[in-house]
């Protein structure tokens, strides 16, 4: 089969997904999926030792590619956004195994916070900026290159979940919104470099999603649960995260060839 990049077809595409074990780099596989990309599912596979909730395990990340493998070419990938090297290695399987690189999705994140800034353990805070803003820019320098790799005229899309918290001042989660604010000047700036190389570079920032992190958020502000966020988002209710992941899908296809640069919120109002 071509492997084609013109534009003109999806079926061909190939897509790497960071963070694609739950929430919504999970959702984010299936809906690639659904479309016709080939996908490479990325997820930690372990624990993180710095971080008092679970991340996302081997298990569950096999079980979303089960799920999206049902729609097309999904396969998993161990890999920690904080490891260069180890990212580098998934764009050469994607590579190796679909015959190039499209799409490059920064999904996976952590939290930490709950108390003020200056009582978060160094750990923690290192965890989330290492993550949430050092994983993004990891991806960009393993993943560009292969999109450029693809013959002109190409379409190769950059994508990061940023947050809500990249505008707002969220107390206790300082770190967060310091490493959020860090994927949207980024993108900015990757968006402005990448040129017209037809390469481009995009963020979501999403408002309150019904994931673990948003669990876990509940937690440090001392809520009973994830759904007393809903009254502060304007639509009144979380979002799922199959609705940020439909952003997403359009922002890795050819119809966002006039975005690049662009954060753009997914937050049913949060940020008004
Ligand atoms: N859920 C929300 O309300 C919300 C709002 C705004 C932004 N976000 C952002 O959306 C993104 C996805 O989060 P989610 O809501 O799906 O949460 P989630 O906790 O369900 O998913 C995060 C995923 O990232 C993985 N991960 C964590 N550390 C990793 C590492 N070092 N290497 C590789 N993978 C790692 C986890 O195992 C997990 O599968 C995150 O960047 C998060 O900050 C979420």
Redo the contacts with the bound molecule.
């Keep these: 089969m071509p492997r084609g990049n013109t534009g003109g077809g999806m079926s061909a595409r190939v897509a790497l997904v960071?963070?694609?074990?739950?929430?919504?780099?999970?959702a984010t596989v299936l809906k690639l999926a659904e479309q016709g990309w080939s996908v490479l599912a990325?997820?930690?596979g372990g624990q993180?030792p710095a971080l008092p909730y679970a991340?996302?395990t081997a298990d569950?990340?096999a079980a979303v590619v089960d799920r999206a493998a049902a729609h097309g070419p999904v396969r998993g990938h161990l890999?920690?956004?904080?490891d260069l090297a180890a990212l580098t290695a998934a764009v050469a399987e994607a590579e190796q195994r679909w015959g190039g690189l499209d799409a490059a999705i920064?999904?996976?994140?952590?939290?930490a916070g709950g108390v003020p800034m200056w009582e978060v353990p160094v750990a923690q805070e290192d965890a989330v900026l290492d993550?949430?803003l050092r994983?993004v820019l990891n991806l960009a320098r393993a993943a560009i290159p292969a999109m450029l790799r693809r013959p002109e005229p190409r379409s190769g899309r950059f994508l990061a979940?940023?947050?809500?918290?990249a505008t707002r001042g969220l107390p206790m989660l300082a770190a967060?919104c310091a490493a959020?604010a860090g994927v949207a000047g980024f993108v900015r700036a990757l968006g402005s470099e990448l040129g017209g190389s037809g390469v481009t570079a995009n963020a979501v920032?999403?408002?309150?999603?019904?994931?673990?992190?948003?669990a876990?958020?509940a937690r440090l502000y001392g809520l009973p649960d994830a759904e007393r966020?809903a009254a502060q988002q304007p639509l009144g209710r979380?979002?799922d995260?199959a609705e940020?992941a439909a952003v997403l899908a359009f922002l890795a296809g050819p119809d966002s060839s006039a975005m690049t640069g662009a954060v753009v919120p997914v937050d049913g109002g949060l940020a008004l």
């Design positions: 960071t963070g694609a074990a739950r929430g919504i780099g999970a990325v997820d930690l993180d991340m996302a569950e990340l890999a920690d956004v904080r920064a999904a996976a994140g952590v939290i993550v949430d994983g979940v940023a947050s809500a918290a967060y959020k920032s999403p408002g309150s999603t019904d994931t673990p992190i948003l876990e958020s966020f979380l979002l995260p940020v």
